[in-house]
Nanobody, 115 residues
Framework: QVQLVESGGGLVQPGGSLRLSCAAS????????MGWYRQAPGNQRELVAS???????NYSYSVKGRFTISRDNAKNTVYLQMNSLQPEDTAVYYC?????????WGQGTQVTVSS
């Protein structure tokens, strides 16, 4: 089983930046895809960004050009650099990793964008 520990969430003003981190541990199996999802109150969980082990990225239209996903395979860690944050980005952000054995979720970290 894979354990995911997220960090980096918090309160930021519109136009500000945050960097989320998610470290995976507890398994020797190779991690394939990694991604970030978010869920705002009353909404379903949505994909924010994903990245393959080879570095191919995918972004939702709403964050493209503002957010950057990256990963460090040696550290089994995925990052989400969030710039030009807006109130509509407010949500709980969850990291996700996929192994041959299964898919795993982080505990979630709150991102609040407010003036």
């Amino acid at each position: 089983q894979v354990q995911l520990v997220e960090s980096g969430g918090g309160l930021v003003q519109p136009g500000g930046s945050l960097r989320l981190s998610c470290a995976a541990s507890g398994s020797d199996f190779v991690i394939y895809d990694m991604g970030w999802y978010r869920q705002a109150p009353g909404n379903q969980r949505e994909l924010v960004a994903s990245i393959t082990r080879g570095g191919t990225t995918n972004y939702s239209y709403s964050v493209k050009g503002r957010f950057t996903i990256s990963r460090d395979n040696a550290k089994n860690t995925v990052y989400l650099q969030m710039n030009s944050l807006q109130p509509e980005d407010t949500a709980v952000y969850y990291c996700n990793v996929r192994q041959v054995r299964g898919t795993y979720w982080g505990q979630g970290t709150q991102v609040t964008v407010s003036s």
